[in-house]
């Protein structure tokens, strides 16, 4: 069935930092792919997303590019600041129903 | 804001007793949907329900618990003689189509439940 695999967190990065979250699928069709954002006390809020190959998806300076040739949709971030400090979750949907698959979700602690 | 309310936002019970988990989806969404979120993991899918139906309760205990979404008022989660395994983050999200054509899902804050 499909999946979604993120890096293993937390990860821990300084303030202005480069910031990546790997993020890679398993699908059989063609996937929609999402970022969602859990602040610490609060619920995910949709970060970004992207519906097809090549797209990318971008909000609040994070952006992640959906790349079917390797499965992957990376969120990337050129510099990260206290406030990013989140859980970070992946996640595909197939259109064929309703669910959505998520990963386990990636802590982001940023230090000042 | 017309977000998704979730009510109360912590709960604390003692072993055995009910707890109640109330959601009211945004204004004009049908679709709502439950998760939990145990400590230090992600979210694991519970149940799917429509107005007055529920369409997939794969991912909820078959004891003890329940949900529903009536034609008024709020979806409910409902667990009967809480158990210590029962604490966790209860997140409710909404949508205006099934959430799996756009992805797009809005959740509430969440209720934590503390079993005693």
């Known amino acids: 069935g499909d999946s979604v695999t993120q890096m293993e967190g937390p990860v821990t990065l300084s303030e202005e930092a480069f910031l990546t979250i790997n993020c890679t699928y398993t699908?059989?069709?063609?996937?929609?792919l999402f970022w969602y954002v859990q602040y610490p006390g609060e619920g995910l809020q949709l970060l970004l997303k992207?519906?097809?190959a090549d797209d990318k998806g971008s909000n609040k300076g994070f952006e992640a590019t959906y790349r079917k040739e390797t499965t992957s949709f990376h969120l990337e971030k050129g510099s990260v600041q206290v406030s990013d400090s989140a859980v970070y979750f992946c996640a595909l949907s197939d259109g064929s129903n309703y669910q959505l698959i998520w990963g386990a979700g990636t802590k982001l602690i940023i230090k000042p | 804001n017309a977000g998704v309310m979730q009510n109360p936002r912590h709960l604390v019970r003692r072993r055995g007793q009910e707890a109640r988990l109330r959601c009211s989806p945004m204004k004009g969404h049908s679709h709502v949907y439950w998760y939990r979120q145990l400590p230090e993991e992600g979210l694991k899918f519970m149940v799917y329900?429509?107005?007055?139906?529920?369409?997939?309760e794969s991912g909820m205990p078959k004891e003890r618990f329940s949900a529903e979404f009536p034609k008024e008022g709020p979806s409910i989660l409902r667990i009967q003689q809480v158990v210590r395994g029962d604490s966790a983050a209860y997140f409710c999200a909404s949508s205006s189509t099934s959430g799996g054509n756009t992805g797009e899902l809005f959740f509430g804050e969440g209720s934590r439940l503390t079993v005693l």
């Open positions: 992207a519906t097809k």
């Open positions: 329900l429509q107005k007055e139906n529920i369409i997939d």
């Open positions: 699908a059989t069709g063609y996937p929609s």
